[in-house]
C-alpha cells in the first residue's frame, strides 16, 4: 500500500516528528507559487523540508509488525479512555451545554437594549460556535452516547446549523471518518467546489479556487447542509432522485426553521428593533461560519497531510485504518479556551484516530499518541493557527493553478 | 414536538388544560393554576417550538428545574413502601410526574430513566402497579431487585423520596377491554402481578361488578407482594394465591380448567416470567382472549456461538454463525442500515430487546436487555433478539 506523503512544498510543512526513512529532498526542484519569504524552516522543525513530490509507503515507515503494534497501542489508548468515561465527562459536557444555552439567551436577550448590540451578536455567536462545534459534532458522533440522556444522543440530537443532523451524519461520521482523504471518495475534499489535492484533476473553475474558498467561508452553514445532496453523484448519475429525495427534504424543513426563527421569529419579537436583530443575527452565523471553516480547514488540508487513493486503502487493516487517520489530519495547538472553541477539533488527529471518545480527553491521550508517533518514526502534524491557515491558504491559491508540466 | 396521539385514549389532548408543574392534583384550578396552565400552553404553542428549535423548549427549562417541561415527563420519588418481607427486596414507589403525565391505562407499563452516579442513565420499562391515572396523577411501581439488574436494584434498595426520575408516556397493548366484559381471568406470577394489580385496582375503584378469576403464583406467603390489599378484595374476584415452595402446585392447564371450565372462551391476561406465559399459551392453545406480558431478563452469555438470532421487525430467525450481527442480517437477506461497518460511525445502531452479544474489537459482552448496540461490531453469544 502506498501513499502520496508530501505534496511539491508550498511552505514547509508544519512541525513534524522526525520520518524514519526521510526521502531525498531536492528543494532546488521546487516550483511552488509562493513567494520565498514564507520558506523558513521553524525552530523546532525536525525534518528537512521535503519539496518534491514523491511516493512513499506505510511499509517504508512501518513494517508489517511495528505496524500491527502500533495499532495495537492505539486501540489499548481507546479502550483505556472507554474503561474510564464517567462523571468527569458527563459533568464536562453538560457544563458546556449550560454555558451554550446561557450565551444563546443572553444573546437573545441582549438584542432588546441596542447599545448591547456587540454584546448580544459576540454571544449569540460563542453559543453557535460552542453548539456546533464542541456539544454538535461530538455528541452526534456518539461521543456521549454512553450517558444515556436522549439531549446528548447521537441518534437524537439536531444542531444549530442549517444541516440537517441526519444527512450529516452519513456524511460525516461515515464517508469522511471512514475514507478520510481517499481522493475520490472523501467527499470533503474540497467540498466539490475547491481543488485541495493535487490528485484533483485540474479544471478552469479551478482557478476560482481562492473565491470559492472565501465564498464556501462566507456561507458555510449553507454550504455544508448542501454538501450532503452530492451533486456531483447526481451529475453522476450515481445517484438517484430516490435516494436524493429525502436528503433535500430534510435540507428544507430544516432550513426553513432557522430561517424562520434567525430572520423572521426573533428579529419580529424585538419590534422596531427588527432590522438590527435580523443583521445582529445574521453577523453571528457569518461569524460562526468563518469560525468553523477556519477551523476545519486546517485539520486535513494543510501541507504535510497525506492523501490517498482508491486502490491502496483496498483491504486496509484496522492498524493501516489507524495509520492513514494519523497521516491524514493535522492539529493546531493552542490555549484550552481554543480547544474548546474549536470542538477540540485542534485534536484533529486523535479525533480520527478515535472519533467516538469525548473531546475532552483528546488533549490527554494527544501526548501518547505523539509519544507513540515518535518512537515509531511516523510523522505527527501540529502548528500553531496562523501556520496551519497559512499553509492551507496557500494551498487553495496554489491548486488554483493547473499542474507544470514534468511533475 | 408535542404529538397528540390518537389512539391513547382522550388523555393525549387534554394536556394543555393541565397545571404547569405537577404535585397539585386538585379538580379544582385556583388562580395561580389558571396561570400555570396558560404558561403550559404557550410553551407547548409553535411560535416557542419555533424560537427554542431545534433543542426544543425543555432542553431549556430543565437547566432552571429538573422538573419543567413542557413535553418530556419526569417525576419525583415522593413515598418508599417496602412489600415484602422475605426474598429479593421489593419495593413500591410513589412518583409523582410532572403534568406532561398523559396518565395510563391498568396494564400498560412505562420507561424509567435512573441516572447512577451522575453519569450515565440506565432505562428500563417498569409496569404501573396503580390504577389507571389521568394527565398529572401520581403513580406507582413495584419493583423486585434482580441481582443482575443495576436499575431494578437501585430502585428497590435505595431509591429514596425526592429522587428524580425520567418517565416516558405509558405504552403498551396489556390493557382491559372496553367496555369490559362480564368474567375476566389474570394469571401471574412473582412480580409479574404488578400489571394485574393496576388491572385489580381499577377495576375496584370503578365498581366492577363482574367476576373476576385472579390466579398468583408467588414462592411463599412472605414473598407475596400486596398480600393485606389481595386479602380485602371483595367476594366478586375470587383469588387463588399458590405458593410453590409451601407445596403448591405450579400452573397446569387443567388447575385453570378446574376453576374456569371454559377458560379459553374468557378474557385474560398473564404476566409472569417466560416459562408461564409458554405453559399459559399452551392451555389457551392461541385463543385470542389470551394477553400476556412477560419479562425479559438478562441473558447468560454462553461465549459461544451458538443459539438463534430474531431479526424482530423482519421476523426472520437464522442459527447464529458467529459472525457480526449486521453480517448475519445480511446474510438472511436483510437490508439494515451501515456506515463505516468498524464500530465508529454508529450508523447501523439498532435496539436490542434480549439476548447476549460481544464486541468483537473488545471483546466486551453485553447482556442488557433493551439496549442500543452497533451491530457492525457485535456478535451474538447466545440467543439474540434484534430489530430489524
Sequence with gaps: ?407 | MPVCGSSRMDLTCQETTHVFIMSVNSYSLNPKEVTMSVVQSLLRSPVVTALASPHGIDRYLEIVNPLWAAHEVRARVVDVTRETRAGAPVTTLRLRPSNTWRGHRAGQHVQLGIELGTARRLTRAFSISSPESGPGDDITITVRAREEGAVSAHLAELARPGALVHLGQAEGEFTLPEPLPSRLILISAGSGITPVMSMVRTLMRRGYGGTITFLHYARSAQHQIFADEIATLPPNVHVHLVHTRAGGERFTRDALARLVPDFADVDTFACGPAGLIETVQEAYAGSDRLRVEYFRVPSAASGDAEGTITFSRSGTRVANSGATILEQAEAAGLTPEFGCRMGICFTCTARKPEGAVRNVVNGEENAMPDDDIRICVNAPVGDCTVDL
Excluded at chain 1, 508544519?14 to 528543494?27: C, G, L, N, Q, Y
Excluded at chain 1, 456539544?135 to 458522533?141: A, E, L, Q, S
Excluded at chain 1, 419590534?271 to 461569524?287: I, K, Q, R
Aim: net charge neutral; hydrophobic share 40%.
Design chain 1, 1 to 407: 500500500m502506498t501513499l502520496t506523503a508530501t505534496r511539491p512544498a508550498d511552505s514547509p510543512p508544519a512541525r513534524t516528528t522526525p520520518v524514519r526513512t526521510p526521502k531525498p529532498a531536492t528543494p532546488a526542484a521546487a516550483t511552488s507559487t509562493d513567494d520565498a519569504s514564507t520558506r523558513h524552516t521553524p525552530e523546532a522543525f525536525t525534518t528537512p523540508p521535503v519539496s518534491t513530490e514523491h511516493t512513499t509507503s506505510i511499509s517504508d515507515l512501518l513494517s508489517p509488525e511495528e505496524l500491527e503494534a502500533f495499532g495495537a497501542e492505539m486501540d489499548a489508548i481507546r479502550e483505556k479512555v472507554i474503561a474510564s468515561l464517567g462523571d468527569e465527562d458527563a459533568a464536562y459536557i453538560r457544563r458546556i451545554v449550560k454555558w451554550q444555552r446561557g450565551f444563546e439567551v443572553a444573546g437573545r436577550a441582549l438584542f432588546y437594549v441596542p447599545p448591547a448590540w456587540p454584546l448580544a451578536v459576540a454571544s449569540l455567536s460563542i453559543s453557535k460556535i460552542l453548539d456546533n462545534m464542541e456539544i454538535g459534532h461530538n455528541v452526534m458522533h456518539g461521543q456521549y452516547d454512553w450517558m444515556g440522556d436522549p439531549g446528548l444522543s447521537s441518534r437524537m440530537f439536531e444542531w444549530d446549523t442549517m444541516a440537517p443532523a441526519e444527512n450529516w451524519k452519513y456524511g460525516h461520521n461515515y464517508l469522511h471518518h471512514t475514507f478520510t482523504n481517499i481522493v475520490g471518495k472523501d467527499r470533503d475534499i474540497g467540498y466539490g467546489i475547491l481543488r485541495m489535492d493535487d490528485d484533483q484533476k485540474w479544471r478552469p473553475h479551478h482557478l476560482l479556487n481562492p473565491v470559492n474558498a472565501f465564498l464556501l467561508m462566507v456561507f458555510f452553514e449553507w454550504g455544508v447542509a448542501l454538501h450532503d445532496l452530492e451533486v456531483e453523484n447526481i451529475a453522476s448519475g450515481e445517484r438517484g432522485w430516490a435516494e436524493t429525495k429525502p436528503v433535500l427534504r430534510r435540507i428544507r424543513r430544516k432550513m426553513g426553521r432557522q430561517v424562520l426563527k434567525d430572520y423572521v421569529l426573533f428579529p419580529a419579537l424585538t419590534g422596531p428593533l427588527f432590522p438590527l436583530t435580523f443583521a445582529g443575527n445574521a453577523v453571528a452565523n457569518l461569524v460562526r461560519n468563518i469560525w468553523a471553516f477556519n477551523i476545519i480547514f486546517c485539520g486535513h488540508f494543510p501541507t504535510g497531510v497525506a492523501t490517498f487513493s482508491m486502490e491502496e486503502t483496498e483491504n486496509e487493516t484496522r492498524a493501516q485504518w489507524y495509520v492513514r487517520q494519523l497521516l491524514g489530519s493535522a492539529n493546531i495547538t493552542g490555549s484550552e479556551l481554543f480547544h474548546v472553541l474549536s470542538g477540540n477539533l485542534s485534536h484533529q488527529i486523535e479525533h480520527h484516530l478515535f472519533p467516538d471518545i469525548p473531546a475532552r480527553r483528546y488533549p490527554q491521550v494527544a501526548a501518547e499518541v505523539r509519544e507513540a508517533c515518535e518512537r515509531y518514526g511516523l510523522p505527527y502534524n501540529t502548528g500553531s493557527l496562523g501556520h496551519q491557515l497559512g499553509s492551507v491558504f496557500r494551498k487553495i491559491g496554489r491548486l488554483a493553478l493547473p499542474p507544470r508540466r514534468g511533475r
